[in-house]
């Protein structure tokens, strides 16, 4: 079982930054795919980044490549996302996910294990 704990939201203004983390339990971190997915009330989860097991392969929507970045650190059981430029329609709550075993990093079923989730609001 793993449990993962998203924190770093909140409120900021359009074209500002804020950095969320997800801290995961157990011993097998650097054995999973990460991803971090957002979701709007009344809509589907939606896709935002990925990487690998080692963090040398990611993967971004169009819709945030260049402004967001993803990265992860193994010894801490850590996933990070930096969201720079952030637009309004960037509000959403976060959350953090892993797959056990490798597959589609951007389909949310395939993720076993989910956070509770962090609100992000970006402010015009």
């Known amino acids: 079982q793993v449990q993962l704990v998203e924190s770093g939201g909140g409120l900021v203004q359009a074209g500002g930054s804020l950095r969320l983390s997800c801290a995961a339990s157990?011993?097998?971190?650097?054995?999973?795919?990460m991803g971090w997915f957002r979701q709007t009330p009344g809509k589907e989860r939606e896709f935002v980044a990925a990487?690998?097991?080692?963090?040398?392969?990611?993967y971004y929507a169009a819709s945030v490549k260049g402004r967001f970045t993803i990265s992860r650190d193994n010894a801490k059981a850590m996933v990070f996302l930096q969201m720079n430029s952030l637009k309004p329609e960037d509000t959403a709550v976060y959350y953090c996910?892993?797959?056990?075993?490798?597959?589609?990093?951007?389909?949310?079923?395939?993720?076993?294990?989910w956070g509770q989730g962090t609100q992000v609001t970006v402010s015009s």
């Open positions: 990487i690998r097991l080692s963090g040398d392969t990611t």
């Open positions: 996910a892993a797959q056990v075993n490798t597959a589609n990093p951007t389909t949310p079923n395939r993720y076993n294990y």
């Open positions: 157990g011993r097998t971190f650097s054995s999973y795919t």
